[in-house]
């Protein structure tokens, strides 16, 4: 399940950390999610671009594969602007998780809190939102949003999916929207999950996967890895991982086309129950 080419992986999670870093700035300047993705067609490095989203050298990537348009019109209005400008997934995971009143939810790469705030909504005042980051910035103007939204049941909490800052056994579900791919460890970022949740819990994904048949060099050639495409999983290296992993109940469902042959991608599982 490797997915470098060439680059070290400090380098690798550095350069999504500038990506991310760059994309909470441009947002806390009042730039849109439409300029966000605007600017990304115009940029050859990590200046003011984001993560998902095509930059100047993923000419393959379809346009509309991520971003705010994934999400409907009455959740566009459930949360701050800056929340949804900085909406670079390529999915709508609290929807795939199907999120119910007082659950815990764990968002790993929660960004600028979107989905955190949205499964804040949906879990009620008897439910807890978690959102898991490693930038600095997104932190910030996630804890921004969520006082704007005047969400109680929500914390914000730096680190990284490789390493989650939550007990064993923390949640119901774990959700992440287009930021496994970007893992330079998967499985460390798979057997985290399976720590955190609840024997029973479940997992509600959006992801870049890729058809089996590509190689990892062809991934490479349709897109860059901070651009969430180079370092996607096939499907059967999800299903396999999963399994790996100790999750039952395996699924892997191709959603929309992200670049030829990788889609966007529901991903769900089950941590089995404890047995009596």
Do not use: W
């Not at 993560?51 to 379809?62: H, I, R």
């Not at 390493?163 to 496994?180: F, K, M, T, W, Y």
Request: charged share 20%; net charge negative.
């Amino acid at each position: 399940m490797s997915d470098t080419t060439g680059t070290s992986t400090d380098e690798l999670r550095e350069e999504v950390r500038s990506r991310y870093a760059a994309a909470a700035v441009a947002v806390g300047q009042g730039q849109s999610n439409a300029d966000l993705n605007d600017a990304l067609q115009l940029a050859d490095d990590c200046g003011t671009a984001s993560c998902c989203s095509p930059t100047g050298t993923d000419e393959t990537v379809v346009d509309g594969a991520f971003g705010a348009g994934l999400y409907s019109p009455d959740e566009h209005g459930d949360v701050p602007a800056e929340a949804l400008a900085a909406s670079l997934g390529c999915g709508n995971p609290t929807v795939v998780a199907d999120l119910r009143p007082g659950e815990r939810v764990l968002d790993l790469g929660s960004g600028g809190g979107i989905d955190v705030l949205l499964s804040a909504r949906r879990v009620g005042e008897s439910g807890f939102a978690y959102g898991v980051d490693m930038t600095d910035e997104m932190l910030e103007l996630a804890r921004a949003n969520a006082a704007k939204a005047g969400a109680t049941n929500v914390e914000f909490l730096k680190g990284t999916i490789e390493d989650v800052p939550l007990p064993d056994g923390a949640v119901d579900v774990v959700i992440s929207n287009c930021v496994i791919n970007l893992s330079v460890d998967k499985p460390r970022v798979l057997a985290e999950m399976y720590r955190v949740l609840t024997p029973g819990g479940r997992i509600g994904i959006s992801d870049v996967v890729a058809e089996d048949h590509l190689t990892p060099a062809e991934r490479a050639e349709r897109g860059s890895y901070v651009g969430c495409i180079a370092g996607a999983l096939s499907r059967s290296e999800y299903l396999d991982g999963l399994a790996a992993a100790g999750f039952t109940e395996t699924v892997v469902e191709f959603t929309h086309e992200a670049a030829p042959g990788m889609h966007g991608a529901i991903i769900r599982a089950t941590k089995p129950a404890s047995r009596s």
